[in-house]
């Protein structure tokens, strides 16, 4: 199937870390991706990474890859109430392909 | 990088009106040009996709179209809006790279 999936909410408290995963489907995935979406707003990519790696790091975020498994973690280390936001996952398939499937999103909740 | 504009940025019109929403991308040639609508608290669905000037794939059967009349230029329209077409509209533009990003979106509410 074409399932990209992810838990739908997460609530964190200010200082601790956000993990949000995300399962997908298609082995045949080159890159996959993390977008952030607040409010009223159009998606932001935040990071992505590719299919044979395992972990990329980014200042806060570190991003987990197991391919065998086909699950896709977020870690945003030290969350902040500015981090409150739909977090999506997003995996490409084949190079040159034309769709980006995306999973119906994380809302990141972060109390003060 | 890539830079998405889209207008209006808010959009209020009654059942049966037509909807014209635009879509320009700068930054890059030749792109694979997409429209989502993401309903209230949900994700995204795919509308169309263009790979080319002239050149429109829809995903799902529906009362909206879309037209490329430039290569930077991409337009969503409908002939009688539906209450259901109400929704956050995003275009997403994929230049030479594989990554897709995205415009500022149209917020369209039909009464």
């Not at chain 1, 489907?25 to 159009?42: M, R, V």
């Not at chain 2, 694979?32 to 080319?52: D, E, T």
């Amino acid at each position: 199937g074409e399932d990209v999936e992810q838990s739908l909410f997460l609530s964190v408290r200010e200082g601790d870390s956000s993990v949000i995963n995300c399962t997908y489907t298609d082995s045949s995935s080159t890159y996959l991706y993390w977008y952030k979406q607040e409010p009223g707003a159009g998606l932001q990519l935040l990071t992505y990474i590719f299919s044979n790696m395992d972990m990329k790091q980014d200042q806060r975020l570190t991003v987990l890859l197991n391919k065998k498994d086909k699950h896709l973690s977020l870690r945003i280390a030290d969350t902040q109430t500015g981090d409150s936001a739909i977090y999506f996952c997003a995996e490409k398939r084949g190079t040159g392909g034309f769709k980006t499937i995306f999973g119906a999103g994380t809302r990141l909740f972060v109390k003060a | 990088s890539q830079t998405i504009h889209q207008w209006p940025a808010t959009l209020v019109q009654p059942v049966g009106s037509p909807l014209s929403l635009e879509c320009t991308v700068e930054g890059t040639s030749n792109p694979n040009l997409y429209w989502y609508r993401q309903a209230a608290g949900r994700g995204l669905q795919l509308l169309f996709y263009s790979v080319g000037i002239g050149q429109i794939s829809s995903e799902v059967p529906q009362n909206l179209s879309a037209s490329r009349p430039q290569d930077r230029q991409f337009i969503l329209s409908s002939k009688k809006l539906l209450l259901s077409d109400s929704g956050f509209y995003l275009c997403a533009s994929q230049g030479m790279g594989e990554t897709q990003y995205f415009g500022p979106g149209t917020r369209l509410l039909v009464l």
